[in-house]
């Protein structure tokens, strides 16, 4: 993790995935794809250094195998994506309720895919 930056904790419902992120992202995007509207996410965004993750999660893949897709093996809460090949996406996305209301709703949100 960079230092110089204020980290954020959060955890997935259950408490037993838990995240560190260097800092709160700028913005949030309300992704439209069919896939994270069921799933319920608002990523952040951030490069691969900024994020430590701790817990069991199990992965779902799909579409054009991009990303893992990872989700907390008790409470099923999606708490992250992760790039399959990091060097053709430098970074990855964190569902920012892990954080939870109090914290993510002062973060503007974006729509879009």
């Known amino acids: 993790m960079p230092p110089g930056h204020e980290a954020v904790e959060g955890s997935c419902h259950c408490g037993a995935v838990k995240i560190r992120a260097a800092s709160m992202p700028k913005d949030l995007n309300d992704c439209q794809c069919e896939h994270c509207q069921k799933r319920g996410a608002l990523w952040g965004y951030y490069a691969l250094d900024q994020i430590e993750i701790n817990g069991p999660t199990s992965v779902y893949i ?11 093996t008790t409470c099923g809460m999606t708490t992250h994506w992760w790039p399959i090949d990091a060097g053709s996406i430098p970074w990855m996305g964190l569902n920012a309720r892990v954080f939870g209301r109090d914290v993510f709703q002062q ?3 974006k729509k879009g895919d």
């Open 62 to 72: 799909w579409g054009p195998s991009l990303r893992e897709f990872h989700f907390c």
């Open 107 to 109: 973060i503007p949100v």
